[in-house]
Structures are given as C-alpha cells and as structure tokens.
C-alpha cells in the first residue's frame, strides 16, 4: 500500500480545506465525502474532480461512508459533539480514524473512546496539526538535547479573536455558538496542550493528576454586537455562558504545572502563547524568543525587546529533523505546512503500520480538559485528573 | 514646607540606591539613614556628603531615626519582614512613611497597618514604582480613555532571574535566602498587581473576592549550583520551599480574572508579563504590543511577528499626562524614571497635603497575596479574598 483510500466526515471550512489538501498529497486518495448539507458534498466533491480529475462518493448520512469500497480510513472534521459518536462507530467497525481536534463533553466519553479503540485495536490518531508547528518543534527538539535542563513550566493558549465566527455562526451554519451560548469552559484545549504534553512526557514517565479553571465575565461578544449593526441585534444582551479568558492550571505527577489560556472574543492578534521554561533554558512565543543560560547574561536580561524573534536564529541550529526534512523537500500545505505534516503522519504510520505519536490516551488527556474544566468552573474546585493509561 | 526632611531606614542595595535618587531630588532632604550594618551607614552618609556637601545622622537602630529634629517622613528599605513593625511603630508616632514594597507575613499584619493608618490618620504610601512605569501608564491612560474598552482580563508577573542574589543572599546579607528556603508562595506581588489594582479600580468600584495559587516543583537553585562551583556546595541537594514558577489567579467582584506570575529562579529575561483585555483593545508586554480594533483587522491577525513593540507608536498618542510633563521636563532617576516619579509624588503628596494614590488599603491588598498565596498553596484550595475596605 503506498496510498490510502480515505472517506471524509464534515465539509465545514476545516473540511472543505482538508479536501484541498489531501488532494494535494500523494498518499491519499479520497474516495468519500460527507455532510448533512448537500451542497457542501457537492462542492467538495467538484473540488476533487477540479484537483485530480477523480469522482468520488457523496453522502449526506456517515454510516455510508463506513461500506465504501476499498477504504482504508475515515477522517472526522464534524462539529465537536459528533466526534466521539462518529470515530466510536467506525473503530467498532475496524475502520482507522483520523480525528480534528476539539474538546470533549464527557470524560466518560474519554474513557469510552480509550476502551473501544484498546478492545477493537484499530488505528486511532488525533490529528493535533500544533504538535508539527515549526516553533513546537524547535522546541521539543531543544527540550529533548538537553538545552533547557529540566523542565518546570508550561504555558499554552488558544488566543484568537473568533467574535465574527461566533456571532455569525448561524449564517454560517457552525457549531461554535451553541457553545458559546450555553457552556463555559477551556472548550479547545489541544492546540497548545498537546505540544506541551508531548514536551512533558505526559502519558509517559508524567501525567496530570489535577486541573483547575477559572472564568471571567463574558462581555466581549455582547459589546461587538453593540458597536456592529451586521449583527443579529438579539447578541447585544444575549447572557452568553462562556467568558471571555478561561485560565486553566494543571498540576503534573512531576511537580510541572501547566497554564493554558482560551482567549477567543475579545480582540487580539492570533497566539498560542507558548512558553516552555526549564532549569537552563527557555522559550516564549510572544516575542518568539529563546533564552539560554550558555549565551546570555544578567546583563542581557533589560532591554530584552532587542532579542525579540531570535528564536529564528537557534532555528539554524536546532531545527527538528522533521522540519528539516520537511524544509529539504520543499513546504507544502496550509498553516505554515503543520498541517501537511500531521495528515501525512497520519497516512505514513497506517502504511508502515507504525504506531501513532499521538496515542488515544493522548487524545482522551488532552480533550478531558474540556469537561473537567467545564466541572471546575461550575463547582468553583480543583478537580482530580483522571488517568487514562491505567 | 518646600521639601521634605526625611529618614531612611534600610541600606542595602535599594537603600542605598534610594540614597542616591533622593540626593538629586528638590523635594527631599535625607536627615538620617539607619542600618544594622555599621559599614552600611557608613558608605550611606559618605554618599550624601559626596552628592549634597550635608552630614546625615547615621543610627544602628531606627528608634533614633523617629526623633531626629525636623523630620517629617521615614522611608522604609529594610527587608521584608520589617517594614510592618517598623511602619507601624512610625504610624503611631505620627511619622509619616513610605515604605518600599515586597509581600506580607501575614492577613493579621495586613489588617493591622490598616486599622493604625486610620486610627492615627498618619500618611502612609507604598513606594510601588511600577505604578509609574512608562507603559503601564501608557495602558491605564488608554484604559482611562476607553480605548480598551471594558477590561476583562489582566496578566502581570515577577519574572525576574534571581538566582545569584539568592544563592548568595548570606555573602549578600540579603533578606531573600532565607525566604526561598522556608517559604513557598508569590512572595513579590505587588510590582504587577499594582499597576492592575489601578486599572481595574480595586478597593473603588471593585474588589478582589478570592485567590488560588498554584506551585511548581523547586529545581532552578540547585541546578544552578551542579553548574557554578562557586555556589555553596550545600545548595546543590538543599531543599529549598520555594517552587520555581507560582500561579496565582485572583477573581474580581465585577467578573474579571488577575493572573499573576512569580518566576524567578530559572534562566530568562526581565519581564512583568503585563497583559490587558477589553472588549475593544489589549497590551501585551511580551512583544511589546496594542492591539485595538479600530486599528487592526483579522488579516493582521497572524503573523503579527511584524507589529512587535508598536506600543511605541502608541506613546505618541497615548502617552499618560504624568509621562508628557516628565519627558517635557527632562526624564531623571533610575529603572527609567519610574523611581523618580514615585518618590517624586510621595514628597509632592506630603507638601501639597494631598491625599496618596496608592491608600493604606491598597497596599494591604496587594501584599496580602503574599500570605493567601501561602495558605492557597499548602491548604490546595480557592482562598478567600478579604476586604480591607470595610
């Protein structure tokens, strides 16, 4: 097998981009696509046959997708609620899946997912595109040479203004206003958790054992609404649930603490505020910088605005070798080519049969964080972080 | 009354530089300095000779420096632990004080400088500097203007390489040593919760109703010794309280959330991590950056590598009236001016009769994150925030 055939669930702008993409890849070829909306299958579908010249099968219902002929994969890009639902199916079917990321709603359906997918022994990946981000990796690769000594502390974010994408969610047929209008929590936590995880051998020698969430008020949406006359005028009072920034604290078997940040409708450039800081080095995405004990003093520590985007200097030195592969043969694919990176891991570990960087305890971990912080925030508590690996 | 006579009580490395700021200052005339450490008063006065041709009262003992003739303020430089007795025992005696910051030992002290300052009505200022930093006036002047909007989330931290001044706190006599070993909690709050206490108009409309804090493990001290050999051998495996990074998130009655950061024994440059949210605009001090939305939209969003420090074209619009006259008049004193300006207002405050910006209550607040944090940290739970309002 030097390609697989895969059936796509979900032709929202993430789906429809996947598509793209994977049109563009030589170990794919989509065989299936599927939305509830038709004219999303149809443009998808127009899509494939523009890009490869190929036709492939619509379906409105993803239970069609499953008896496609000689389909070695499904890939879920649906809205958040239907993922579990969705890859649960297939994997009792021996289906491998790939899946787009997001939060949970149970932890239950964490542990759901990790019971099917050890009992039924299909291939599960969640395709976390940050773990392959290039600044991620320099990172890792730094972390695991040693240059930042121990490390002691994580930061991660999911800062990015989405008030448009909210507000209009409606219109646009997306699932992020429901919600926004009735959860609050850190509701997409993998981005920045994931890299963090992996950095902190979480699932490995480390896991979480507690996680605390706090909330602000939610104004940020409302006061949009206010100033913008394009908006359903209903969103300048609505009592949206989630706040504005959720802090969420997360404390590690190995005396790490973890701090994401879900920063979404208030204004902003976009950040995944990532900050790694060990006993010899560190790195802060805002100001995309490293400090190293070994090249600087005390007296480098003013004034520092000077060293501001130096990290693209340590990337000629330690660039991880996927990147450096990857930079060797030439970037290809969106988002800065992470996610080429994560869709063509996903493939190339079905077809050697290699088993996934990012295991489905991985995955249970990282989108727990989603109800459990949904629980902290509700309860106003820590709560005890469940343990996937046992 | 054209400047003031005054006592400083204090000489270490900030006494001593305070010395030095006052000597080039119309409003203050140093009267006395104090130190336990003869040497101290010794180098102190000689300084004063040197910078104004006047001879200063030297004392070993600060009850000498409440009845030198025509004093009317002492200054308090000691180490943390005394600057509540020593302002207390001045408060009585009517002796007005500044009194340099650092955190609390406890809410009982906290509650009694309060009680004291009202009861005997004496004038009592923290000398929290950075409530005059040139971009934390720049943001509370935006703020003021409403260009952010209604703030709903602040972020300052303490991140500040300390591990030489700790290591060798005894060769230093340096107050901080014994502190990292025996006690674990944000020990130096009110550097970045001043500035924030303003903006989100604490102890006025506002208040902080409770606080979680949150330790990692201590590893940077003793890694920094395995490294340098001139460290105390015995710090290599000491067990040392204090952990390397503390979170500390503090609600706010009127729904914002403060995150604080103490950060000071692992490598990296000088930060506050100052961060302010509106609903219309934000200022992050990693990057040095505004963000407000009349002035970006979701296409600058990303690569936004290229606006780092454009909050310096924001001071040519925005820059605080206290920061014009300053510029206009000739910036002077160190950390910036910062120094200056605080010391400045202390002195003018007193002269004119005014009342201080910064009450009793205030500083009761912000350094009584100091003792909640402790308790948040060994007790793991939610503390509550108490009201020093009431």
Redesign the interface.
């Known amino acids: 097998m030097k390609k697989i055939g895969v059936g796509i669930i979900g032709l929202g702008a993430r789906g429809y981009y996947m598509v793209e993409q994977l049109c563009g890849m030589d170990n794919y070829e989509i065989l299936a696509v599927c939305d509830t909306y038709e004219d999303r299958t149809d443009a998808a579908a127009q899509l494939v046959k523009k890009l490869t010249g190929k036709t492939v099968m619509c379906f409105t219902d993803h239970h069609g997708v499953f008896s496609v002929p000689g389909l070695d994969a499904v890939l879920i890009v649906t809205g958040w609620e239907s993922h579990f639902p969705i890859a649960l199916e297939a994997l009792k079917l021996g289906i491998p899946v790939g899946c787009e990321v997001g939060g949970a709603y149970s932890v239950e359906d964490c542990f759901e997912l990790v019971k099917v997918q050890r009992e039924t022994k299909t291939p599960f990946m969640l395709l976390e595109n940050c773990c392959y981000g290039r600044y991620e990796m320099l990172v890792m690769n730094m972390v695991k040479l040693g240059l930042f ?2 490390v ?2 994580c930061e991660g974010g999911y800062r ?2 989405l008030r ?1 994408e909210v507000l209009f969610g409606a219109e646009n047929r997306h699932y992020r206003l429901e919600n926004y209008k009735h959860r609050n929590c850190e509701n997409y936590p993998t981005h920045d958790l994931g890299p963090i995880a992996q950095i902190l051998d979480i699932n490995r020698s480390n896991r979480f054992v507690s996680l ?1 969430s ?4 939610a ?2 949406l409302n ?2 609404a206010v ?1 913008h006359e394009d908006v359903n005028r209903d969103f300048v009072n609505y009592p949206f649930s989630q706040g ?2 959720v ?1 969420t ?1 997360i ?1 590690c078997s ?4 973890v ?1 994401l940040t879900l ?1 979404t409708t ?6 995944r505020g990532f900050v790694v ?6 790195y ?1 995405e ?4 490293v ?3 070994t090249d ?1 003093t ?1 007296y ?3 004034d ?2 000077k ?3 130096n990290a693209e200097e340590y990337l000629k030195k330690y660039e991880h070798p996927v990147w450096e592969k990857f930079l060797h043969d030439g970037v290809r694919g969106g988002h800065g080519g992470m996610d080429y990176l994560v869709y063509n891991e996903f493939a190339e570990c079905l077809i050697e049969g290699r088993p996934f960087p990012i295991t489905v305890e991985d995955a249970a971990a990282w989108m727990a964080v989603t109800p459990l912080s949904a629980q902290s925030i509700k309860e ?3 709560v005890e972080f469940p343990d996937f690996c046992k």
Not at 214 to 217: C, D, G, I, L, N
Not at 254 to 257: F, K, R, S
Not at 266 to 271: G, I, K, N
């Open positions: 000594g121990e002691i502390s990015h203004d448009t605390h706090f909330a602000t008020k104004a940020g006061d949009y100033l504005d920034v802090k604290v404390k190995q005396g790490q603490l701090t920063d208030l204004p902003r450039p976009y950040s800081q060990g006993t010899r080095g560190m802060c805002d100001g995309n910088y400090y190293l004990d600087f005390v480098d520590h003013f520092w605005i060293h501001y985007n106003d508590r820590t």
